[in-house]
């Protein structure tokens, strides 16, 4: 139960003490010299370029590959992010939704919230191996965002025609310092598990504190995004997107990582990660693509929080209960 407590207890606090030191600031009983963007994107550079590195390079050191079915891992998770963006656009179609909030719905029923809240609950209901398998499965998923989802999600924009060619997309990909960063880390780790020397005994405790620490401080610059306003009229398709989220696709990543015999390795700890990673809430990146192409900024805010609240107060519960 404490491993639920402490989950629950980053993800809350986090969130809210993102959200009041905003509305502090708002309201000037804190002045600051920066923006709050320009705060947001600080805290997200120290979590995703400092911290993140540290504990992917501590948890993948002492990770036992003995399992060719774990390659299968970053394919299930594309896999999540592609359904979830075909049944949202097909809800979408249902409910009869504008160009510009179909835009918007798709990259919510696909984007999800795997780094950040994905990884810190791995990390406390299976520990240091359960998050060195994050890195894996989420593997993909920077290419799929920018190369599939912001041009599917521009498509439906007023400014659908022109923009950046296939080619483009991957050079930005391939530049973007956050991916580098993250397979640099990635690579380092398997190179010191191969090289057979041991971990220091101390980084298990540098762990137990960056790894918290990471996520805690990416909420945080969640929470100094959060807008209640405008919510009601997207109830409805919030919570159909909820049921795609937390429902379907987690259904189907469960029976693919069956089949490839994710269920039979370290007591079937790569399907459990599955399980909890395919059931995550809506990214907060899929609010970028409808405020940069212009498509409905308030359906995908409504998307996100209420997914977000869905995850944080009945979803990981249940998935503790059931999965330990």
């Not at 805290?43 to 390659?71: D, M, S, T, Y």
């Not at 598990?193 to 298990?204: A, D, H, I, K, V």
């Not at 049921?243 to 390795?265: M, R």
Request: aromatic share 12%; proline share 5%.
């Amino acid at each position: 139960m404490s491993r639920l407590l402490s989950s629950l207890g980053i993800v809350i606090g986090g969130l809210l003490t993102g959200y009041v030191f905003r509305l502090m600031i708002d309201h000037n009983l804190i002045k600051t010299s920066r923006p709050v963007g320009e705060i947001r994107k600080t805290l997200q550079k120290i979590a995703l370029l400092g911290l993140n590195p540290i504990a992917f390079i501590g948890a993948i050191w002492v990770v036992e590959w003995r399992h060719a079915e774990v390659a299968a891992m970053p394919f299930i998770g594309m896999n999540n992010l592609i359904v979830g963006g075909i049944l949202a656009f097909l809800v979408a179609r249902l409910l009869k939704m504008s160009r510009y909030q179909t835009g918007a719905y798709i990259v919510c029923g696909s984007f999800a919230n795997i780094g950040s809240l994905g990884g810190l609950v791995c990390y406390y209901f299976f520990g240091e191996p359960g998050f060195a398998l994050v890195s894996f499965y989420k593997l993909l998923e920077e290419f799929l965002y920018y190369a599939v989802g912001f041009p599917i999600a521009k498509s439906f924009s007023s400014s659908a025609a022109g923009g950046e060619g296939f080619i483009t997309r991957l050079k930005i990909i391939f530049t973007d310092i956050f991916v580098l960063v993250l397979l640099g880390s990635i690579w380092l780790g398997f190179v010191l598990n191969l090289s057979g020397l041991p971990r220091p005994e101390f980084y298990q405790q540098i762990n137990f504190i960056v790894i918290p620490l990471s996520s805690f401080l990416l909420l945080v610059s969640i929470g100094m995004a959060l807008k209640f306003q405008r919510m009601g009229p997207y109830l409805k398709p919030a919570f159909l997107v909820a049921a795609i989220k937390f429902v379907v696709v987690p259904l189907i990543a469960i029976g693919f990582g069956t089949l490839v015999g994710l269920g039979k390795i370290d007591n079937g700890l790569p399907l459990k990660v599955v399980a909890v990673l395919a059931a995550m809430p809506v990214g907060f990146i899929a609010m970028v693509p409808p405020t940069i192409y212009d498509l409905d900024v308030d359906l995908a805010n409504t998307c996100w929080i209420v997914t977000t609240a869905m995850s944080t107060f009945i979803v990981l519960p249940i998935q503790y209960f059931v999965l330990l």
